[in-house]
């Protein structure tokens, strides 16, 4: 089983629809995720962190955790063309690596078409 | 805030010779860098873990005697890749992580290109 898997997509909406994108991950442990966005030919960038159960909304993007589901998502209202690129959940820690490592899941592919 | 940049942004070089990359958090101490290499269409992938003042700790499978990495300060890392042969060229991208935190801070990655 894999330690964060997501669905690598490709997911494919039109502006100005939601795009929900998921995670799961299989440490129990686990206390902080993160939600990176990868544009073509770029390094990942921060768009969420989240700790707690529940929502965390910025902007047009929440960040949804269910810890006892081992779940977490992102949502992306009112999607944009500029939206389109690879989102990748990642967990520090899991699996029992050392302090900071990351551990990413695949990645989702997102399309969001005019 | 959490600015991380690297340096060259991307390099061609001649089979066999060394390439130094430069990442540097620019309005935070990194206590903690982190180097990664990507391939086309491919996931990221963790070289090694660099502590300010530490050795680096290695991923299995990659050469450390090949990746040089050295962190002298906590805003500066770096990674040297000794006799470079075309199989090294990739996007190499660095991360920078705080002291008590668990968030990195990607740099925009350094191209390279081994001829």
């Known amino acids: 089983q894999k330690e964060v898997e997501q669905n690598s997509g490709p997911l494919s909406v039109p502006e100005g629809a939601i795009a929900s994108l998921n995670c799961t991950y299989s440490d129990r442990g686990s206390q902080s995720f993160f939600w990176y966005r990868q544009y073509s030919g770029k390094s990942p960038e921060l768009i969420m962190s989240i700790y707690s159960n529940g929502d965390k909304e910025d902007g047009r993007f929440t960040a949804q955790l269910n810890k006892a589901s081992q779940y977490v998502s992102l949502l992306i209202r009112d999607s944009q063309p500029s939206d389109s690129a690879t989102y990748l959940c990642?967990?520090?820690?899991?699996?029992?690596?050392?302090?900071?490592?990351?551990?990413f899941g695949q990645g989702t592919i997102l399309t969001v078409h005019p | 805030g959490a600015v991380v940049s690297q340096h060259p942004s991307w390099v061609i070089c001649k089979s066999g010779t060394s390439v130094k990359i430069e990442c540097r958090s620019l309005d935070f101490q990194a206590t903690t860098m982190f180097w990664y290499r990507q391939f086309p269409k491919q996931s990221l992938m963790l070289m090694a873990t660099s502590n300010e003042g530490s050795k680096a700790t290695y991923e299995q499978g990659v050469e450390k005697d090949k990746f040089l990495i050295n962190h002298a300060s906590l805003t500066l890392s770096t990674l040297t890749v000794t006799s470079a042969h075309p199989e090294d060229s990739s996007f190499y991208i660095c991360?920078?992580?705080?002291?008590?935190?668990?968030?990195?801070?990607f740099g925009p990655g350094t191209r390279l290109t081994v001829l």
């Open positions: 991360s920078a992580q705080t002291d008590g935190t668990d968030t990195q801070y």
């Open positions: 990642a967990v520090p820690n899991a699996g029992g690596t050392s302090y900071g490592k990351l551990t």
